[in-house]
């Protein structure tokens, strides 16, 4: 049973536009949410993370909003680079374990 | 470049067979994790190991097992192979068991069962 959903396994931006991914979770007890970027031949590096204290967090281009009540969050890349141009997962996890949750990925392509 | 390192980089085995995976963490990680990604698939946690015992399981049969060294290196053995254990498996080391933030991932083995 997928925990941790991300329903657009593919979005094409424009450069310079902003890239909005999406996420839904189903199991109330995640309080911990995480975006990781993964490029071809490489694991998944940490991008940006939110606790279920908050409901926004922003680091440089990089903002991620969690709805508790909708069980969703997004990820916003504004302005969107070519060099975003990856897999994103968002993972999640309860009580700041290790055992991460991964969603299945949405592939961005940002057009130059 | 995370600093974890896996070997091999890909690996073809058949039905049956057993098969030992390596990982070696960042200096100073006493925590390493492992993961499943089976192909469009997100990355599934199979157990993770800390100060060389384990901590913590997700939801992977007995066959699937692990050791964790001194030397920040660790092992992930998978026996009587199946056709569904094709995967990418990952390896993600951290300085503690619950950093998520600095859980570094290598970048994995591709395995094929045939």
């Known amino acids: 049973d997928q925990q941790v959903k991300q329903n657009s396994p593919s979005l094409s931006v424009q450069e310079g536009r902003i890239s909005i991914l999406n996420c839904d979770y189903t199991?109330?007890?995640?309080?911990?949410f995480l975006w990781y970027k993964k490029y071809p031949a490489e694991g998944p590096t940490f991008l940006i993370s939110?606790?279920?204290?908050?409901d926004k967090n922003e680091d440089g281009r990089f903002t991620v909003f969690l709805n508790k009540s909708a069980k969703h969050l997004s990820l916003h890349i504004v302005p969107s680079q070519p060099g975003d141009s990856a897999v994103y997962f968002c993972a999640a996890s309860v009580g700041g374990a290790n055992n991460l949750f991964f969603g299945t990925g949405t592939r961005l392509t940002v057009i130059p | 470049e995370t600093g974890v390192t896996q070997s091999p980089t890909h690996l073809i085995k058949t039905r049956g067979q057993q098969v030992t995976l390596r990982c070696s963490s960042q200096?100073?990680?006493?925590?390493v994790s492992w993961y499943q990604q089976a192909l469009g698939q997100g990355p599934q946690f199979i157990f993770q190991y800390y100060r060389e015992e384990e901590n913590g399981r997700g939801n992977f049969p007995p066959r699937f097992s692990g050791l964790q060294f001194p030397n920040y290196s660790s092992e992930l053995n998978v026996n009587a192979l199946e056709l569904d254990d094709s995967a990418l498996y990952l390896c993600?080391?951290?300085?503690?068991?619950?950093?998520?933030?600095?859980?570094?991932f290598g970048p994995g083995t591709r395995l094929l069962v045939l």
């Open positions: 993600a080391s951290s300085p503690g068991s619950v950093n998520q933030e600095t859980q570094y």
């Open positions: 200096s100073g990680h006493n925590t």
């Open positions: 939110i606790s279920s204290i908050k």
């Open positions: 199991n109330s007890m995640f309080d911990y």
